[in-house]
């Protein structure tokens, strides 16, 4: 019972962590995409989440030498556009954040081809083994759900980007972005009780879990040599 206890105590921290840095981010990302003096700080805040997130990937590579020269050579270049980089940082924001968007609006999406399994669907098929039809039927239209939601936002951001004020964009992108999010998740899970029995349920967290573990197998499987 004790280990159980710790085990939570630690996962609670974990995600509180991870959830204070999301929001410490957002918050910082808004007040650098809107302040009227473009500085260096706000190049860097800009970069740096594409920048880790290429390192992580170069460093899982199986060509981790090579993919890591590849990321010095880019950091190089952006560094040798620095100046460029400091006027003109906003619209890094706005690669990243409707980006994001688009791509996992385009990988819920391709998994709804014919032939393919459901994005949601291979998450309830991790947690539950075994599927019933009503829970085949609702992962699919979750997984039509989630990807309405994640085109929405993009498209959104470069509506708003394009025809708002920086800091109307902004505060759509980095102030509303984590609440909506939730709000999603809260009326995703609200349809999984409502139509769902409860064997067949699955709660927010064990949902992520899922995903972790897809996406670890997807790492997992071997790639083909040049």
Known sequence: MTSQLTTRLIQACRWGFIGLLAVGYAALSHLTATSTTHALLGALVAVTPMLALSFLLAWRSVRRARMLALWLAVCTLLYGGKDWLIAHYN???????????????????????????????????????????????????????????????????????????????????????????????????????????????AGPLESIRAYRKASAEDSARPRSQP
């Open 91 to 201: 619209w890094i924001f706005l690669l990243e954040h409707a980006g994001t968007y688009f791509m996992l609006c385009a990988t819920f999406g391709l998994s709804l081809r014919h032939g393919e399994t459901p994005m949601i669907s291979r998450f309830a098929h991790i947690v539950h083994g075994g599927m019933s039809t009503a829970l085949i039927r609702y992962t699919r239209s979750a997984t039509w759900a989630w990807t309405l939601y994640f085109g929405g936002i993009a498209g959104m951001s470069v509506l708003l980007f394009w025809l708002a004020p920086v800091n109307v964009w902004s505060a759509f992108a980095y102030l509303l972005g984590i609440p909506l999010l939730l709000l999603m998740f809260v009326g995703e899970y609200a349809a999984r009780c409502y139509l769902l029995p409860a064997a067949e349920r």
